[in-house]
C-alpha cells in the first residue's frame, strides 16, 4: 500500500539511499511509484508540454538511479532533493526550447520565472499540512467563504480563518516578489 509521499520519514529516506546505491531496481520503482505524479507535474507546469514532461520524468529517475549519492539527507527530504532536481532540469528544457524559437532572453527569463514560481506553488499545496491544503480547495476551487468552509470541515469559523490565512501565507512564499524596473535606455530624464 502506497503512502503519503510528504510524511515519508528521514530513515525511509535514507534507506532507501542506500537501496539505489545498492543498485536494488524494486527501490526504484517504490520511489518511482511515489513520487513519478510529483515530477511529472512539475515538470509539466515549467513546460507546459506532456511529452517534454514525460521526458524529464524519465530524465530526472535517470539520475536519481545513476547518482543517488548526491541526495543528502541532511540538507532536505528525498521529495525535495527529487522535486529540486526536477526543477531544474525542466527550467533547464524550458531554456533550450526557448532558445530555438524567437523569444527574446528577455522573453525567456520572464516564461521561466513564471513557471518556476508556479512550480513552487504547487509543491507547497502538495507539501502543507492536509488541514490547510482541505481549507484553501475549499476557499479557492469550490468558491466557499470561511463561514462555509468552517461548516464543510467541521471547525469554528476562527479555526477556518486560521488554516486559510496559513495556507495563503505559505502559498505567497511561491512568488518571487516584485521585480526591479530597469532604468531608461536613453539614459536621459523623463
Not at 6 to 22: N, V, Y
Not at 128 to 145: G, K, Q, S, V, W
Not at 151 to 160: K, P, R
Amino acid at each position: 500500500m502506497a503512502t503519503d509521499a510528504s510524511a515519508a520519514p528521514p530513515r525511509w529516506d535514507r534507506k532507501m539511499q542506500q537501496r539505489l546505491a545498492h543498485g536494488e531496481a524494486a527501490a526504484l520503482g517504490e520511489l518511482y511509484d511515489r513520487f513519478a505524479s510529483l515530477v511529472h507535474t512539475l515538470a509539466h507546469r515549467v513546460l507546459g508540454d506532456e511529452a517534454g514532461a514525460d521526458r524529464v520524468t524519465r530524465e530526472v529517475f535517470g539520475h536519481v538511479w545513476e547518482h543517488p549519492g548526491e541526495f543528502d539527507p541532511r540538507e532536505g527530504s528525498l521529495r525535495s532533493w527529487i522535486a529540486g532536481l526536477t526543477h531544474r532540469q525542466a527550467v533547464e528544457r524550458l531554456r533550450q526550447s526557448q532558445s530555438d524559437g524567437a523569444a527574446t532572453p528577455d522573453e525567456i527569463e520572464e516564461k521561466v520565472r513564471a513557471a518556476s514560481a508556479a512550480a513552487r506553488a504547487d509543491y507547497i499545496v502538495t507539501s502543507m499540512p492536509a488541514p490547510l491544503r482541505a481549507a484553501l480547495d475549499l476557499a479557492y476551487l469550490r468558491r466557499l467563504d470561511y463561514r462555509r468552509a468552517a461548516a464543510h470541515l467541521g471547525v469554528t469559523e476562527d479555526e477556518a480563518r486560521r488554516r486559510l490565512r496559513l495556507g495563503l501565507q505559505l502559498l505567497s512564499t511561491a512568488h518571487p516578489g516584485p521585480r526591479a524596473v530597469a532604468p531608461p535606455a536613453h539614459g536621459g530624464a523623463l
